[in-house]
């Protein structure tokens, strides 16, 4: 059976869960991934007043899922891609453990449908 101690337990793991748990987090990044956006277009379609969407910003950013750069009063935000690893680490780990109960449940259930015919 494949269990990652680590991933269990992992702080970055659960600060990027956090960060993706919110619905207006979700949709930033969804729109980051199209390219760079200055923070007023990606508060825009939120209906949030400014301060909130930093707010947001401030988690996705502590998260390690964007990076924002200042030029002048413009700041501007990019998605960092490889932030998402360790989740699709996790992910793996969790359908790979899964798949193995699922696979041994219908062992079961074959042996036992056999058995029962006899």
């Not at 793991?13 to 729109?31: E, G, K, N």
């Not at 009063?73 to 699709?88: N, W, Y």
């Amino acid at each position: 059976m494949i269990v990652s101690c680590m991933t269990k337990h992992d702080p970055d793991l659960s600060r990027l869960f956090h960060a993706l748990a919110d619905p207006t987090r979700r949709s930033i990044v969804t729109r980051l991934v199209e390219g760079p956006a200055r923070v007023t277009d990606l508060s825009e379609p939120t209906g949030l007043r400014l301060p909130t969407v930093m707010r947001h910003l401030s988690v996705l950013e502590e998260a390690g899922l964007i990076a924002s750069s200042k030029d002048g009063r413009v700041r501007t935000c990019a998605i960092v891609p490889e932030a998402l690893e360790p989740i699709r680490t996790w992910l793996d780990e969790q359908r790979a453990i899964w798949k193995a109960r699922l696979d041994r449940l219908e062992a079961f259930a074959m042996k036992a449908m056999k058995e029962r015919k006899k």
